[in-house]
């Protein structure tokens, strides 16, 4: 029999597969009749209310499993359940309808004044004059992020006539026409778009993807929306072009601080704005709480989940072999995804050495999951990697070889697209780490740690110099520096490493200097 521990509210509906369950039984925290031992609880469901800690789990030394009844998973502390051997789950697709419908509710409202005329007349008048709207039909919608949400917000824009054009750097041109839509790069999209809407993650490439700078450069009288994550669009830089009038108006159902701290912001008679409502509904409450329920009871009874956030699904000892190739896989694809400025279609993962003779499979799922983590709106991890690929229309293999370079054990990953060909090779040597021997046709021995500065150049006395003065001037130490060539006075890279984040004006400087074709900010 297995103990199920409900810790916060969720309907005895979506619960149905544990409550019918004969080997199962459930406790809710809510209930005063509903007593337990601690040390008998197998499976520990949760939504966000409760903070699965260290000392929680600290708590439940027999715990197998804890299952977050919704997307974010913010309040589960993953590295102390993994380090415990705890499974994580979560419900990474229960809520994609409920936040596309919210969405496109939040901009019928927010073109045609629908939430200021209903106060209106609520305040016993009757200014129709006031709330002239303007119609969907034939308008220009923008999506930057074209996930699960971004896909299902383009197919009811679709039903209401409207031209669709969509930023993401991951959208290759066979998934946009299979989906009837353009694929533009971010600047085009800001130019031809009467209303924007965000479905990207909160990374340091989007925090502020909306900003002072580039907001004038959007159609004057653009209606900008965000249901994703507060952050996306700067809150001040909103305002102030609320307030000159370029931006007409505005939905939000997410802020950089929540409840909301910006009042000019919320007050303002262009915005419109709801609590983080975007997974609210009956149907998204129950459908997380049905999916997480039916995957712990497939895991209690000794089944694979594919929703799991945090361990590999293959045995112990594999694992301890591989656990060194384990994160460099993740690094090795965190680096392309960094490196690439167009849409990749195929990845392919080449091994060579000693590692051939273990299961790299799960290597190529964590090549994978370093590609796609901060491009997707969902935690991507090696147990769901491949399906979020299949999704994004990302083809992906792996191969074995006998050329290991001269060293024992050997990982090559290279991304394909239409415009773009990256390869990156990488080893581990015991008592010496993770190190990156190869980029895009060049030799190289870096440590694939901290922050980064991948220079593409041609190898010309001076160009070192003219870097070293640029840094000298915004008082930046470089801490490692490696160079690779093919040719002398051909084509040469240098990779550079920072105790700190490198500054976007100082990279800008960087691109200034004539021997220098691209500087591209790794963090890793």
């Known amino acids: 029999m297995f103990h199920v521990l409900v810790a916060d509210s969720i309907s005895s509906d979506g619960l149905t597969p544990l409550l019918e369950a004969e080997n199962v039984k459930v406790y809710r925290k809510d209930r005063i009749e509903d007593t337990y031992d601690p040390e008998d609880i197998h499976a520990l469901l949760v939504r966000s209310a409760t903070q699965v800690d260290e000392e929680l789990l600290v708590s439940l030394p027999n715990l197998q499993v804890v299952a977050r009844a919704g997307v974010g998973v913010d309040n589960i502390d993953i590295q102390a359940a993994t380090k415990r051997g705890v499974v994580v789950v979560n419900a990474p697709d229960g809520n994609t309808i409920s936040t596309a419908e919210h969405t496109f509710a939040m901009i019928s ?78 600047a085009e999209v800001m130019k031809v778009a009467d209303i924007i809407t965000v479905h990207t993650p909160l990374t340091k490439e989007t925090k502020g993807l909306f900003n002072r700078e580039n907001i ?69 409450q129950y459908n997380v709480a049905f999916q997480v329920s039916k995957d712990v009871l497939d895991f209690l009874n000794g089944h694979s989940v594919h929703t799991s956030i945090n361990l590999p699904t ?61 491009r997707v709106d969902a935690t991507v991890n090696e147990v769901n990697a491949a399906t979020i690929a299949k999704e994004r229309g990302l083809n992906y293999g792996e191969k074995h070889t006998n050329d290991s370079y001269g060293y024992s054990n050997i990982i090559q990953v290279e991304a394909k697209g239409k415009d773009i060909d990256l390869v990156v090779r990488a080893t581990f040597i015991e008592g010496y780490g993770a190190r990156i021997v190869h980029m895009n046709g060049f030799d190289i021995d870096f440590s694939p740690t901290g922050h980064l500065l991948y220079v593409q150049h041609k190898d010309r006395p ?51 200097i004539s021997d220098i074709s691209s500087a591209i900010t790794l963090d890793l």
């Open 216 to 284: 004038p450069s959007l159609k004057k009288g653009v209606y900008l929306v965000n249901c994703a994550r507060g952050g996306i669009i700067d809150e001040e830089a909103l305002l102030h072009h609320l307030n000159t009038g370029h931006v007409a108006g505005a939905a939000l159902d997410v802020f950089e601080v929540e409840p909301p701290t910006n009042r000019g912001l919320v007050d303002h008679e262009h915005v419109i704005v709801t609590p983080h409502l975007g997974a609210s509904t009956k149907e998204a």
């Open 462 to 512: 001076g160009v070192i110099g003219q870097l070293g003065n640029i840094f000298g001037k915004h008082e930046t130490n470089i801490a490692t520096m490696h160079v690779g060539r093919m040719l002398q006075g051909g084509k040469a890279i240098m990779m550079l490493s920072f105790d700190q984040p490198l500054e976007k004006a100082l990279v800008d400087e960087i691109l200034l």
């Open 314 to 374: 293959i045995p112990k000892e594999i694992y301890k072999k591989i656990q060194p190739f384990y994160q460099l896989g993740k690094t090795v694809g965190s680096i392309l995804s960094q490196s690439a400025k167009a849409p990749i279609e195929e990845i392919v993962a080449t091994y060579a050495g000693k590692i051939t003779e273990w299961e790299t499979s799960i290597l190529t799922k964590c090549v994978l999951a370093g590609f796609l983590r901060n």
């Open 109 to 186: 409202s927010l073109v045609r004044h629908i939430p200021q005329a209903n106060m209106n007349v609520k305040g016993e008048k009757w200014n129709r004059k006031n709330f002239i709207g303007t119609e969907l039909f034939g308008k220009t919608l923008g999506i930057v992020g074209f996930g699960r949400i971004g896909s299902e917000i383009a197919k009811r824009a679709k039903a209401f006539q409207m031209k669709v054009v969509v930023y993401d750097p991951f959208l290759t041109d066979s998934r946009a026409e299979k989906l009837s839509v353009t694929s533009l790069p971010l």
